[in-house]
């Protein structure tokens, strides 16, 4: 680390005149970075939005399916009977049903 501290001391920068040409290829190569960065960023603002509307309908999607996995489990129910009359529209969403209790 010591040898490199002496050696950076040792070490001259010299500006020199540059010509024309070289300053213009200079500022053509820093908009054209800009221009770069801009469009990445761009890219990335458009591919977080993706992600996010994926995630989304991935989430919808998820709960589509555990409504369905519910109305399987209750398919040999009276509550299952009861919301696929509903669903079809076989008996009013408002209606309510009352089954007398089985005797034991």
Same mark, same amino acid.
């Given at each position: 680390?010591?040898?490199?501290?002496?050696?950076?001391?040792?070490?001259?920068?010299?500006?020199?005149?540059?010509?024309?040409?070289?300053?213009?290829?200079?500022?053509?190569?820093?908009?054209?970075?800009?221009?770069?960065?801009?469009?990445?960023?761009?890219?990335?603002?458009?591919?977080?939005?993706? #992600? /996010?509307? =994926?995630?989304?309908?991935?989430?919808?999607?998820?709960?589509?399916?555990?409504?369905?996995?519910? &109305?399987? !489990?209750?398919?040999?129910?009276?509550?299952? #009977? /009861?919301? =696929?009359?509903?669903?079809?529209?076989?008996?009013?969403?408002?209606?309510?049903?009352?089954?007398? &209790?089985? !005797?034991?």
């Amino acid at each position: 680390m010591k040898k490199l501290m002496r050696l950076l001391r040792r070490v001259r920068v010299r500006f020199v005149q540059s010509s024309r040409r070289t300053k213009t290829v200079v500022v053509v190569m820093v908009v054209a970075c800009m221009v770069a960065l801009l469009t990445l960023s761009v890219t990335i603002h458009t591919l977080n939005k993706r #992600a /996010e509307e =994926a995630r989304q309908h991935a989430a919808q999607l998820e709960y589509e399916l555990n409504q369905l996995e519910e &109305k399987l !489990e209750n398919l040999g129910s009276s509550e299952g #009977a /009861e919301d =696929a009359a509903k669903d079809e529209g076989y008996v009013d969403k408002d209606t309510i049903v009352i089954q007398p &209790k089985p !005797e034991q």
